[in-house]
């Protein structure tokens, strides 16, 4: 069965510093991953995607991921933080090639970022 | 164009009732997924639905139904509810099933 590690519970980060969220995955076909974001009071909103092709990804508001296939990793990174990062982010992972395509999500990564 | 919208917003329910909650896709999407997010964890798949089919089922009671229409809306339904429904039930849509998927507000079911 698929399953979506993120390594990380709660991060807390001042401005500026760089971000980096670990996610891990398990699924030994082909993917697709997935970012998403929740801020305080919203809906899950798309951070960035990997279909195929390049595997690094760039996303909104700065953001972006590293797709190592050898690793069974998508990491979410971002050089420089500001306070509206504050929210929590879900890897996801749909494994192609089966039965069924629903996405597969991670626990969640809480950020918070003091100014 | 409209986002994702689920109705209604908030539910309070008693255990053993049953409940209806509604989503309708963005426009032109024919794929509506349903999820659970308790406190604490991520979404975890309850159904897919693309073109009126159910196309995936997670692994969730037959306590648990739904159905998509012709309009491409669908309705989540639970019966005899049980404490440990009490979550966020989002519903995502999509152009097609492996197409990337969009999440409305949610509803939040409270059973007491």
């Known amino acids: 069965a698929q399953s979506v590690s993120q390594h990380n519970h709660h991060v807390i980060l001042s401005e500026a510093a760089s971000l980096e969220l670990g996610c891990n995955y398990s699924y030994g076909g082909t993917v697709n991953l997935f970012w998403y974001v929740q801020y305080p009071g919203q809906h899950l909103q798309l951070l960035l995607k990997?279909?195929?092709?390049?595997?690094l990804v760039k996303g909104i508001k700065g953001f972006e991921a590293e797709f190592i296939k050898s690793k069974f990793s998508f990491n979410l990174r971002k050089p420089s933080v500001q306070w509206s990062d504050t929210a929590e982010y879900f890897c996801a992972v749909r494994g192609l090639n089966q039965a069924g395509t629903a996405l597969i999500f991670g626990k969640g990564t809480t950020l918070s970022v003091s100014s | 164009d409209a986002g994702v919208t689920q109705s209604p917003t908030h539910l309070i329910k008693t255990r053993g009732q049953q409940v209806t909650l509604r989503c309708s896709p963005i426009?032109?999407?024919?794929?509506v997924s349903w999820y659970q997010q308790v406190l604490g964890q991520g979404p975890q798949f309850i159904f897919q639905?693309?073109?009126?089919?159910?196309?995936g089922r997670g692994n969730f009671p037959d306590r648990f139904s739904a159905r998509q229409f012709p309009n491409y809306s669908s309705e989540l339904n639970v019966n005899a509810l049980l404490l440990g429904d009490s979550a966020l039930y989002l519903c995502?849509?999509?152009?097609?099933?492996?197409?990337?998927?969009?999440f409305g507000p949610g509803t939040r079911l409270t059973v007491l």
């Open positions: 995502a849509s999509s152009l097609d099933t492996t197409d990337t998927q969009y």
């Open positions: 990997y279909f195929s092709g390049d595997p």
């Open positions: 639905y693309y073109e009126k089919e159910e196309r």
């Open positions: 426009s032109g999407h024919k794929s």
